[in-house]
Nanobody, 119 residues
């Protein structure tokens, strides 16, 4: 059974920082591409950052230059370091694991962690 458990969300002032963590179980973590997505009320879920099993990263436009994704395969964990946070970063942040199984892409999701940026 795949489990992705996010932590690290909370309330932060504009300009502040947070680090999100996602611990995965039930998958071969080192083979999976991992990502962070977010969804604000009334908006579609969007990519924040993604890291492949080889460590290649890509970011959504809103995250470039402010956020950094990394992974620690030894402890099945992916991180999202968020700096210079803005009120528009307020959203539920979801961890995603992407695997290839028999030629098909399988995506699993965590339950999400809320990030609120407000003074």
């Amino acid at each position: 059974q795949v489990q992705l458990v996010e932590s690290g969300g909370g309330l932060v002032q504009p300009g502040g920082s947070l680090r999100l963590s996602c611990v995965a179980s039930g998958i071969m973590f080192s083979n999976a591409a991992m990502g962070w997505y977010r969804q604000a009320p009334g908006k579609q879920r969007e990519l924040v950052a993604r890291i492949t099993n080889s460590g290649r990263t890509n970011y959504g436009d809103s995250a470039k230059g402010r956020f950094a994704i990394s992974r620690a395969n030894a402890i099945n964990t992916v991180y999202l370091q968020m700096n210079s946070l803005k009120p528009e970063d307020t959203a539920a942040y979801y961890c995603n694991a992407e695997r290839q199984i028999s030629g098909n892409i399988v995506k699993d999701w965590g339950q999400g962690t809320q990030v609120t940026v407000s003074s």
